[in-house]
């Protein structure tokens, strides 16, 4: 079975703080890794992805991941955070092997001060 | 059109209710999902329907029972819900079921 943590449950910054929210996965196979997020009141959208290839992906709003095969991690990434990335952050893990069922983690909930 | 539309955006249900959700999509995906999910928590698969037949049911009571009319369309129909059903239900699609998901705004459900 697949499974996906994330250690950071909360996490607040001040603005122009870097972020780094962890994302580690479990499953044997093959994987295709997303990171999705959730603003107040909005519903959930794909920040990044990461299928194959260059291990370091590029998402919006100047978000990036990197996958690192050997650690089973996939964690996000932001230079310079603003208010406005206040929102619910949540790492997911599909397996094309695994029927294509995807799970997610938890989540982090990331507050940014002004 | 890159959207996934859900009704109604809110729902009160008693116990002895029959309702539905619909989700729809116009993004041509193959692939379209049904999550539940809690507050302060991440969506819980429910049930996964790719080319209009389903292929995932994650042990949801039966309940719980989806439908997908066509290619476009995806049914919750729900009957005899109990309180600790009251959630937010989430559709989403994809191209296939290895793809990224796109979430609709869902449906907030409170169970009576």
């Known amino acids: 079975a697949q499974s996906v943590s994330q250690h950071n449950h909360h996490v607040i910054l001040s603005e122009a703080a870097s972020l780094e929210l962890g994302c580690n996965y479990s499953y044997g196979g093959t994987v295709n890794l997303f990171w999705y997020v959730q603003y107040p009141g909005q519903h959930l959208q794909l920040l990044l992805k990461y299928f194959s290839g260059d291990p370091l992906v590029k998402g919006i709003k100047g978000f990036e991941a990197e996958f690192i095969k050997s650690k089973f991690s996939f964690n996000l990434r932001k230079p310079s955070v603003q208010w406005s990335d206040t929102a619910e952050y949540f790492c997911?893990?599909?397996?094309?092997?695994?029927?294509?069922?995807?799970?997610f983690g938890d989540g982090t909930t990331l507050t940014v001060k002004p | 059109d890159t959207e996934v539309t859900q009704t109604p955006k809110h729902l009160v249900m008693g116990m002895t209710n029959k309702k539905s959700l619909k989700c729809e999509q116009h993004m041509g995906h193959r692939a379209m999902y049904w999550y539940k999910q809690k507050a302060k928590k991440p969506p819980e698969l429910m049930f996964v329907?790719?080319?209009?037949?389903?292929?995932i049911n994650e042990s949801v009571p039966s309940r719980f029972s989806p439908e997908c009319p066509n290619s476009s369309l995806l049914n919750l129909h729900l009957h005899a819900l109990q309180p600790e059903d009251s959630a937010l239900y989430l559709c989403?699609?994809?191209?296939?079921?290895?793809?990224?998901?796109?979430f609709g705004p869902g449906t907030r459900l409170l169970v009576l």
């Open positions: 997911a893990v599909n397996a094309p092997t695994n029927a294509g069922k995807s799970t």
């Open positions: 329907y790719s080319y209009e037949k389903l292929s």
């Open positions: 989403a699609s994809s191209q296939d079921r290895v793809r990224t998901q796109y």
